[in-house]
């Protein structure tokens, strides 16, 4: 169970940024109904994070996989149960989602794949990259393409730190403060 309650969405200062997360995310998931607690950083949150999803050139498989990592490496059920049915729908197997805790010893991914893991654990776990894994990406994408990966490795980074620090949970009730 979270550890404050999720925002109001009706109050006047967080209604339409909930209109606009509903027209962006298809609803208020409830990490946006906590984040509403804070007008300004949900305008920025969903800015940056529709950027990541919606108008980056990043093949979505490969940011669906690096995000699905991050959330294994963190341990944040809640983002990887949401980008779960994403993954699958934008290329990734089931075979290749199960088998992310293991990757390194499976057959399952592709050398572009292996490299983007590769970079994502080094991101995620050590923040500083080692050349040679740096070096890997280079084959794989162009500057543009590397930016675009690091920023989604970095960015969902932050959304499993904010969901674990406050315990955000999908069967949690959005029921706000009276």
Known sequence: MARIPYADQTLPANAVLAERITEQRGGVLHLYAMLLHSPPVTDG???????????????SS???????????????????EQHLPIALKN???REQVDALPDWRN???????????????????????VEPQVFE??????DHRLIVELTVTIA????????????????????????
Request: hydrophobic residues 45%; glycine residues 4%.
């Open 45 to 59: 949150w969903l800015s940056l994070l529709t950027a990541i999803r919606q108008k980056c050139i990043l093949p």
């Open 91 to 93: 290329g990734l197997s």
């Open 155 to 178: 960015a969902y980074n932050m959304v499993s730190r904010v969901i674990e620090a406050l315990a955000i949970e999908s069967a949690d009730s959005m029921e706000t403060e009276q």
């Open 106 to 128: 499976s057959d399952l991914f592709s050398p572009l794949q292996r490299a983007s893991l590769n970079y994502c654990d080094a991101s995620t776990r050590h923040v500083h």
């Open 62 to 80: 490969i940011r669906e996989l690096v995000i699905l990592q991050v959330a294994h490496l963190n341990g944040a059920s809640y983002e990887a």
């Open 136 to 141: 890997e990406l280079r084959g794989y994408f």
